[in-house]
């Protein structure tokens, strides 16, 4: 028996990376409380998680903001929110990632105030704000502004944290998202890189930072990157990131630093993986994933961020989150992992596949460069269309058993789940009232942030220095500063830019996605748009059509998106308008366009409200005769509720299988037009 290494004989540990959990909800008082219960943890940076109306610009009370406040992060409208967020947690110590983006200035903002209010030298403030909104037109959906002034807003906020907040990271480039939306490694790569082209070629051509500072510029710009269960090939991408980073900064920006070339990223583990169906095979799944991106001492990321085993289940409750940071830590501090170099150095396969990564990057950001850059790409709806067709393809190699995802479609058999044997008490919920005691808050706030003990100016004038400067070329950062220190609420600021900046709609990328599943004769989708084309001759129209909305503030839109293409390929008319509209506005385009059947895609948790809403209007309007069919994450005891409430059939992420889902719809549209069920399987 090998005798154990003699600890004076062990080699001394690298320091570990930052860990963190992605957190946040309710309100300001209720996350302050779970971030100090984390850090007491061992959790080593925060990592701030903002509902929706704060990452679009509305206040809580903003008719779009119904249901979904506090649901998916904390609601922060003005600095009184922010003071309470970070209360008792000294902001010069800590290493804050804020998930912001369209809206990331004015979080900052608030930041910086809070963090002055405290005492602390904001030159040695250590964090990083999101803010690529490049990945929002494309995937995640919170933008708010066309893409010229939001490369603006970015551009505005490098420049002003290079003089002013030297530490802190103003851009985080987010490939994560891009994944979550089908990109392949290549496209998560090239779409990266491309979109840190645009931002660097904006900050050196604004003239606000001189070509001798550059390297700083360059230095602070961080990614954060996806890391899937395909372990070599992530593995893989981290290195060929670096090298494609270092080959940029070098060639096209001529920074000389080795340190300022430096690939910096931080992760949270895919999340598009993780499945409803036997949730404990998740947590293997992100273990896995997480060593893709810390094995490797050369690849290895600064922060890593882990989701917890039940997030397709709803929100993870503080235990969820202990899980997930616990499994960081035995990595970190009981493993030798810390104490080598680079594992993989040498090796041929490694190598092999670094370079085939690289070429083919390298080719596609060309590609992008050639059409005017990423903007340009956005616009054009060039990048979407290519991630929904990569989408698609993979659903399509999940639904023919292709690509294997256990305990999804194969190895389905299972025992009796005991983490899940309560599914009401498996996931942590928001507590309804909880919306009405925020708009409350704001209320009350808005009302008294003039008198004391706040004494705030009155923020007009700050708000119309901040339209003034918006019409003009000089840097927003000043501006948004007057408004944070004069009591402007989040909904105030972004609606001042509104007036100026206008708003932007972006590309579906459906109508031009390609044909993922060939229509072969004999085939289920073969069948189903045969029932789709019986439907409609019996109903006398020349084809079906179908609605897919997305009610409320959630941009996630990749099922949407999905679900869309499918029916289209299955023979529907399909009406898809995108994101964040109202209920008055999805019943008035299903009542306008006389369709046949409303699809509701909502992963946000403000489906309880949303959904009835589009239910009762349709009642009001007469037009009961049109099923409407609801997907998310959607808990079961708030599926049977929707189910009661009218709805014809509920979907989540355990329901795969989009043409068998399209076949059910087929029926529904059936059913409620009093048609005789068809024999034709689905």
Same mark, same amino acid.
């Given at each position: 028996?090998?005798?154990?290494?003699?600890?004076?004989?062990?080699?001394?540990?690298?320091?570990?990376?930052?860990?963190?959990?992605?957190?946040?909800?309710?309100?300001?008082?209720?996350?302050?409380?779970?971030?100090?219960?984390?850090?007491?943890?061992?959790?080593?940076?925060?990592?701030?998680?903002?509902?929706?109306?704060?990452?679009?610009?509305?206040?809580?009370?903003?008719?779009?903001?119904?249901?979904?406040?506090?649901?998916?992060?904390?609601?922060?409208?003005?600095?009184?929110?922010?003071?309470?967020?970070?209360?008792?947690?000294?902001?010069?110590?800590?290493?804050?990632?804020?998930?912001?983006?369209?809206?990331?200035?004015?979080?900052?903002?608030?930041?910086?105030?809070?963090?002055?209010?405290?005492?602390?030298?904001?030159?040695?403030?250590?964090?990083?704000?999101?803010?690529?909104?490049?990945?929002?037109?494309?995937?995640?959906?919170?933008?708010?502004?066309?893409?010229?002034?939001?490369?603006?807003?970015?551009?505005?906020?490098?420049?002003?944290?290079?003089?002013?907040?030297?530490?802190?990271?103003?851009?985080?480039?987010?490939?994560?998202?891009?994944?979550?939306?089908?990109?392949?490694? *290549? @496209?998560? +790569?090239?779409?990266? !890189?491309?979109?840190?082209?645009?931002?660097? /070629? &904006?900050?050196?051509?604004?003239? %606000?930072?001189?070509?001798?500072?550059?390297?700083?510029?360059?230095?602070?710009?961080?990614?954060?990157?996806?890391?899937?269960?395909?372990?070599?090939?992530?593995?893989?991408?981290?290195?060929?990131?670096?090298?494609?980073?270092?080959?940029?900064?070098?060639?096209?920006?001529?920074?000389?630093?080795?340190?300022?070339?430096?690939?910096?990223?931080?992760?949270?583990?895919?999340?598009?993986?993780?499945?409803?169906?036997?949730?404990?095979?998740? *947590? @293997?799944? +992100?273990?896995?994933? !997480?060593?893709?991106?810390?094995?490797?001492? /050369? &690849?290895?990321?600064?922060?890593? %961020?882990?989701?917890?085993?039940?997030?397709?289940?709803?929100?993870?409750?503080?235990?969820?989150?202990?899980?997930?940071?616990?499994?960081?830590?035995?990595?970190?501090?009981?493993?030798?992992?810390?104490?080598?170099?680079?594992?993989?150095?040498?090796?041929?396969?490694?190598?092999?596949?670094?370079?085939?990564?690289?070429?083919?990057?390298?080719?596609?950001?060309?590609?992008?460069?050639?059409?005017?850059?990423?903007?340009?790409?956005?616009?054009?709806?060039?990048?979407?269309?290519?991630?929904?067709?990569?989408?698609?393809?993979?659903?399509?190699?999940?639904?023919?058993? %292709?690509?294997?995802?256990?305990?999804?479609?194969?190895?389905?058999?299972?025992?009796?789940?005991?983490?899940?044997?309560?599914?009401?008490?498996?996931?942590?919920?928001?507590?309804?009232?909880?919306?009405?005691?925020?708009?409350?808050?704001?209320?009350?706030?808005?009302?008294?942030?003039?008198?004391?003990?706040?004494?705030?100016?009155?923020?007009?004038?700050?708000?119309?220095?901040?339209?003034?400067?918006?019409?003009?070329?000089?840097?927003?950062?000043?501006?948004?500063?007057?408004?944070?220190?004069?009591?402007?609420?989040?909904?105030?600021?972004?609606?001042?830019?509104?007036?100026?900046?206008?708003?932007?709609?972006?590309?579906?990328?459906?109508?031009?996605?390609?044909?993922?599943?060939?229509?072969?004769?004999?085939?289920?989708?073969?069948?189903?748009?045969?029932?789709?084309?019986?439907?409609?001759?019996?109903?006398?129209?020349?084809?079906?059509?179908?609605?897919?909305?997305?009610?409320?503030?959630?941009?996630?839109?990749?099922?949407?998106?999905?679900?869309?293409?499918?029916?289209?390929?299955?023979?529907?008319?399909?009406?898809?308008?995108?994101?964040?509209?109202?209920?008055?506005?999805?019943?008035?385009?299903?009542?306008?366009?006389?369709?046949?059947?409303?699809?509701?895609?909502?992963?946000?948790?403000?489906?309880?409200?949303?959904?009835?809403?589009?239910?009762?209007?349709?009642?009001?309007?007469?037009?009961?005769?049109?099923?409407?069919?609801?997907?998310?994450?959607?808990?079961?005891?708030?599926?049977?509720?929707?189910?009661?409430?009218?709805?014809?059939?509920?979907?989540?992420?355990?329901?795969?299988?989009?043409?068998?889902?399209?076949?059910?719809?087929?029926?529904?549209?059936?059913?409620?037009?009093?048609?005789?069920?068809?024999?034709?399987?689905?």
């Amino acid at each position: 028996m090998t005798e154990r290494q003699p600890a004076e004989n062990r080699r001394e540990k690298d320091r570990p990376w930052l860990m963190r959990t992605y957190a946040g909800h309710s309100t300001a008082e209720a996350s302050n409380e779970l971030y100090r219960r984390n850090l007491a943890k061992g959790q080593t940076g925060l990592s701030v998680a903002f509902d929706l109306p704060t990452q679009t610009g509305y206040d809580s009370d903003h008719i779009l903001a119904r249901g979904e406040v506090g649901r998916v992060g904390v609601p922060i409208a003005h600095l009184g929110d922010m003071r309470r967020l970070f209360q008792d947690i000294p902001l010069e110590q800590m290493n804050t990632s804020m998930t912001i983006n369209a809206t990331a200035m004015w979080l900052l903002a608030l930041y910086q105030v809070v963090a002055e209010e405290q005492g602390a030298d904001i030159t040695k403030l250590q964090g990083t704000t999101q803010n690529d909104i490049v990945k929002e037109y494309l995937s995640r959906g919170t933008h708010v502004f066309p893409p010229g002034p939001s490369l603006r807003l970015t551009t505005d906020m490098i420049a002003y944290t290079v003089s002013h907040m030297p530490k802190w990271n103003p851009i985080n480039i987010c490939s994560y998202h891009l994944q979550e939306a089908g990109a392949t490694p *290549v @496209q998560e +790569i090239a779409y990266a !890189m491309s979109t840190a082209i645009a931002v660097l /070629d &904006a900050v050196r051509d604004s003239g %606000q930072v001189p070509q001798e500072r550059m390297g700083d510029v360059v230095g602070r710009i961080s990614f954060f990157v996806n890391a899937g269960v395909r372990f070599i090939e992530e593995m893989c991408k981290m290195r060929a990131f670096g090298r494609i980073w270092d080959k940029v900064t070098r060639e096209r920006y001529g920074i000389e630093n080795p340190k300022h070339r430096r690939f910096r990223y931080g992760v949270q583990v895919n999340s598009l993986g993780l499945t409803e169906a036997q949730p404990e095979n998740n *947590v @293997q799944r +992100i273990v896995l994933e !997480m060593l893709a991106v810390t094995l490797s001492k /050369d &690849a290895r990321a600064r922060a890593v %961020q882990l989701p917890a085993w039940n997030e397709a289940l709803g929100l993870p409750r503080p235990w969820d989150q202990q899980w997930s940071l616990r499994i960081q830590q035995v990595l970190a501090y009981e493993s030798d992992l810390l104490e080598y170099e680079d594992i993989f150095e040498g090796s041929k396969v490694i190598e092999a596949k670094v370079a085939e990564l690289v070429e083919s990057a390298l080719a596609e950001i060309d590609r992008i460069q050639e059409m005017g850059g990423a903007m340009a790409a956005v616009e054009s709806g060039y990048l979407k269309s290519q991630l929904v067709a990569s989408h698609a393809e993979r659903r399509g190699r999940i639904e023919s058993g %292709q690509e294997k995802i256990i305990g999804v479609n194969a190895f389905e058999g299972t025992e009796p789940n005991p983490l899940t044997a309560d599914l009401d008490t498996a996931i942590q919920t928001v507590d309804p009232e909880v919306e009405a005691r925020v708009i409350a808050s704001l209320q009350q706030w808005r009302d008294s942030r003039y008198q004391p003990p706040f004494n705030h100016p009155r923020p007009c004038k700050a708000l119309e220095r901040l339209k003034e400067a918006a019409r003009g070329t000089g840097n927003l950062m000043e501006a948004t500063l007057e408004c944070a220190r004069a009591g402007a609420t989040t909904g105030e600021w972004a609606g001042a830019l509104r007036e100026v900046f206008g708003e932007f709609r972006a590309p579906t990328g459906v109508s031009s996605a390609p044909v993922a599943v060939p229509v072969e004769e004999g085939s289920t989708l073969a069948l189903v748009r045969h029932k789709v084309d019986v439907t409609a001759k019996e109903l006398g129209v020349g084809k079906l059509r179908f609605l897919v909305g997305k009610p409320g503030l959630d941009g996630h839109s990749n099922g949407a998106e999905q679900i869309a293409v499918r029916a289209r390929d299955a023979g529907f008319e399909v009406v898809y308008q995108g994101i964040r509209l109202t209920p008055e506005q999805i019943v008035d385009a299903a009542l306008a366009e006389d369709v046949h059947a409303v699809g509701l895609s909502i992963l946000s948790g403000s489906h309880a409200q949303l959904v009835p809403d589009v239910l009762e209007r349709l009642r009001v309007a007469g037009a009961t005769d049109i099923p409407v069919i609801a997907g998310g994450i959607i808990p079961n005891g708030d599926a049977e509720q929707l189910r009661q409430a009218g709805v014809a059939a509920v979907f989540t992420p355990k329901d795969f299988d989009i043409t068998g889902i399209i076949g059910r719809i087929v029926d529904e549209i059936r059913k409620a037009n009093q048609l005789d069920p068809l024999e034709v399987p689905a």
